[in-house]
């Protein structure tokens, strides 16, 4: 007990640490930092930040239209809450008997970033050397900024990357209960949930695919593997949500009427078009980079065979192309894990070690300035007490 306690000590200041010194300017209300003007708000430009509020609106209203109506004044369609799925507000309600909905909002992140680092933790660790893989749980603490950014603020990425590394920890490890429940609680929490299904498919069916092909449907469910049907946990939970839908917003479909939330297009890198709703900028070279990195991730991990990485990697970058919108690296999150694994060898070199001395303080600036300018207008908190 002691030792685990030792051991799952300097995760939780991993997590924590930096979080904090992120919050701490916004904490003493520091007019300037480094340079950089900060709005005196407090920590409500925290909780203000996006989409942090939009969740509130859920954990308060749980998708009641009369509710939502009545009690916020945000000018948006009841069915554009339908793509902040349910998990994370309902974790927010849970906690807010005790904190308030803004600091339970807090809380929930802070606790889902420390999850996500332990099951980082137990996932690099299967891949290399024990010191490695605490060196490689830091740098993932801090990069990239936008991840740092998510996990200081109101938001659920933290929850979904959280589950989606222990669901494909475990399916790894052939524990397919644990990884089909671990797959519903990244499904109920955000939409890419349902790609874990689709890349635990493609791993099961696609080395029988012959077999199949050239067999009678009666026998396909001896050449399935009959251990690995947990994971049917996980398009289960999506139609739980659907039809949470159905209840609260009389539409089973809501999430596909949710307005301009759904940022995928035909055809494939219009996230160029400088004047789509979501880009509005031609300052766009960095997602070039982005495609680069995460393409040549995939290589790496396709030449290491790592079958399972590259079926989810895979999928989800491919999804990426067709995403139309400015924070692509957003996007790019729940497979920065697996990036990880894939330039593992690379990222423990001593040379980028000491190359990540040189961006610590770019990060944190960069997070001070995101975190400024990325807020939600609100004019009266009362609603969300």
Request: glycine share 4%.
């Amino acid at each position: 007990m002691a030792r685990n306690l030792k051991n799952f000590l300097p995760i939780i200041l991993l997590s924590l640490v930096p979080t904090f010194l992120i919050w701490i300017p916004f904490y003493l209300n520091l007019k300037v930092f480094w340079t950089i003007p900060l709005p005196q708000q407090g920590m409500a430009t925290i909780v203000s930040n996006y989409d942090g509020p939009l969740y509130l609106v859920v954990a308060k209203s749980l998708y009641d239209p009369n509710v939502v109506k009545n009690l916020f004044s945000f000018n948006l369609p009841v069915e554009y809450y339908a793509a902040h799925f349910p998990l994370f507000p309902l974790l927010i309600r849970s906690v807010a008997l005790i904190l308030g909905y803004p600091y339970a909002m807090l809380a929930v992140t802070l606790a889902s970033s420390i999850l996500c680092l332990y099951f980082f933790h137990k996932l690099i660790n299967q891949y290399v050397d024990q010191e490695n893989a605490f060196w490689l749980t830091l740098f993932f603490s801090l990069f990239p900024a936008r991840w740092l950014i998510v996990r200081s603020v109101g938001s659920p990425e933290p929850l979904f990357l959280a589950a989606t590394i222990a669901s494909i920890y475990y399916f790894q490890g052939k524990k397919y209960w644990a990884a089909g429940l671990w797959g519903a609680v990244a499904q109920l929490t955000k939409s890419p949930g349902i790609l874990l299904f689709a890349a635990y498919f493609g791993v099961i069916f696609a080395p029988k695919i012959n077999k199949l092909i050239t067999s009678d449907i009666q026998k396909w469910g001896k050449i399935a593997d009959f251990k690995s049907y947990p994971i049917a946990a996980i398009p289960a939970s999506l139609l739980a949500v659907f039809y949470l839908f159905k209840i609260q917003l009389n539409d089973f479909f809501a999430y596909f009427h949710s307005g301009d939330n759904i940022h995928l297009f035909f055809p494939p890198f219009q996230v160029f078009n400088y004047s789509a709703p979501w880009v509005n900028t031609h300052w766009l070279e960095e997602i070039i980079f982005i495609y680069l990195v995460t393409t040549i991730g995939l290589f790496y991990l396709i030449k290491q065979k790592r079958h399972v990485l590259v079926w989810y990697v895979g999928a989800f970058l491919t999804s990426m192309l067709f995403v139309s919108h400015r924070d692509v690296m957003r996007y790019t999150l729940p497979i920065v894990p697996f990036l990880y694994v894939a330039f593992s060898d690379l990222l423990c070199k001593k040379e980028f070690k000491l190359a990540f001395v040189v961006i610590i303080i770019p990060i944190y600036l960069f997070s001070l300035t995101y975190i400024t300018n990325n807020t939600t207008p609100i004019s009266d908190w009362t609603p969300f007490l």
